[in-house]
């Protein structure tokens, strides 16, 4: 079955300090991946996504994320870390082939950032 | 500016109640999406539909329903048969259902049994 896991629950980085958070996913075809932020009781923003081509998706806000179909991870990156990036973060999986291109998205990784 | 609106933003529930959540866009998508947020859990998707008059039930459906009488509105109703129906509830449109665009979501809903 098609999942998304994301390991870490929660992090804490300090401001200006370099961040990657981890995601794994499975699903036998070509994937096509997003990395969405939540603030607290808001929508979801799209940060970055990758449907093919180079492995290496750079997004809004400094973000890129890195594909690696051997290790079947779409870790996200941040050279340096802004307060303002403190939200929570989701790593989804969109459903192909007759799915409706629904969304299965991970459990979600906590950022806090320490000044 | 094009968007998604759900309304309302706060709701509160009567055990043994139904209530509906307003979900409308004006981008012009194809495909809507319910889904459901508890804390530690992600999103799990309730129903979506690709195209008007069509649905189809998503992991969580049992004790919802919803419609799409119009491209535009894809209202969620959560039944009484819903046990635990305290969440937030976030819907979501993209152009087509195929997954190859990015989804747009709405500010959310969150709704409490009172």
């Known amino acids: 079955a098609q999942s998304v896991t994301q390991p870490d629950i929660h992090i804490t980085v300090s401001e200006g300090a370099s961040l990657e958070l981890r995601c794994n996913y499975s699903?036998?075809?070509?994937?096509?991946l997003f990395w969405y932020v939540q603030s607290p009781g808001q929508g979801l923003q799209l940060l970055l996504k990758?449907?093919?081509?180079?492995?290496l998706v750079q997004g809004i806000k400094g973000f890129e994320a890195e594909f690696k179909r051997s290790q079947s991870s779409f870790n996200l990156r941040k050279p340096s870390v802004h307060w303002s990036d403190a939200a929570e973060y989701f790593c989804?999986?969109?459903?192909?082939?007759?799915?409706?291109?629904?969304?299965?998205f991970g459990q979600g990784t906590e950022l806090s950032v320490k000044p | 500016d094009g968007g998604i609106t759900q309304s309302p933003k706060y709701l509160f529930r009567k055990e043994g109640q139904n209530v509906t959540l307003s979900c409308e866009q004006n981008?012009?998508?194809?495909?809507m999406y319910w889904y459901r947020q508890d804390p530690g859990q992600g999103l799990r998707l309730i129903y979506y539909?690709?195209?008007?008059?069509?649905?189809q039930k998503g992991d969580i459906a049992e004790g919802y329903s919803v419609s799409r009488e119009k491209k535009e509105s894809f209202p969620l109703t959560v039944t009484s048969a819903q046990k635990n129906p305290t969440a937030f509830y976030l819907c979501?449109?993209?152009?087509?259902?195929?997954?190859?665009?990015?989804?747009?979501f709405g500010q959310g809903t969150r709704l409490t049994v009172v």
């Open positions: 981008l012009n998508h194809d495909a």
């Open positions: 539909s690709q195209i008007v008059n069509d649905f």
């Open positions: 989804a999986v969109a459903l192909l082939y007759n799915q409706g291109g629904k969304l299965i």
């Open positions: 699903y036998g075809a070509t994937p096509y």
């Open positions: 979501a449109s993209s152009i087509t259902g195929e997954g190859d665009t990015e989804a747009f």
């Open positions: 990758y449907f093919s081509g180079d492995t």
